[in-house]
């Protein structure tokens, strides 16, 4: 499987250069929101224009670590343009990626479903971070704060 880690790493590393969606978006007004993960330091502030049923754009800055910059920028690409319900839905998927491993750290290591990289496409790269438990963190920040946005959109203003 050594090709296939090559290929997750290529894909961390690219995100992290050349991260897409990053900025801000300001106009017209946005909804965001800011978070932090203190065990590592990263930042990351999410802006989402929505119309009420679609996230219409998504822009994302910050600084940090290569999981957290890279994982930000795969987030925007997965659910811009998505409606609230598929967002939430990607969030599910990519956090239940995590916890997988989560729950089997400790044994061996385990293959997630495969109906699951199906799904989850370049997101998968992702998913060898949780043989560093202590990154988890990293990579999960980027949708954590795109959670909190979709609770703003949801409840009004
Ligand atoms: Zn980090």
């Known amino acids: ?23 801000q978006l300001d106009s017209p007004p946005a909804h965001r929101a800011e978070g932090y993960n203190p065990l590592c330091g990263d930042e990351v502030t999410v802006y989402v224009d929505s119309d009420g049923e679609k996230l219409v754009d998504i822009k994302m800055s910050g600084q940090g670590c290569s999981i957290s910059r890279s ?29 997988i491993h989560e729950a089997a750290m400790g044994s061996e ?22 043989k560093f438990p202590v990154r988890i963190k990293c990579a999960t920040l980027a949708w954590n704060t795109l959670s909190q946005v979709l609770d703003e959109i949801e409840t009004g203003e």
Not at 6 to 19: A, F, G, Q, T, V
Not at 81 to 94: D, V, Y
Not at 109 to 125: I, S
Request: hydrophobic share 40%; net charge negative; proline share 4%.
């Open 1 to 23: 499987m050594q090709g296939l880690e090559d290929l997750y790493r290529e894909i961390i590393l690219d995100h992290y250069k050349n991260p897409r969606n990053s900025g």
């Open 109 to 130: 290591t385990e293959e997630p479903a495969p109906a699951d990289l199906r799904t989850l496409g370049e997101l998968a790269a992702l998913q060898g971070v949780v």
């Open 71 to 99: 994982s930000a920028s795969l987030m925007t690409v997965a659910v811009k343009g998505r409606t609230l319900a598929e967002a939430r839905e990607a969030i599910r998927t990519f956090k239940n990626m995590m916890s």
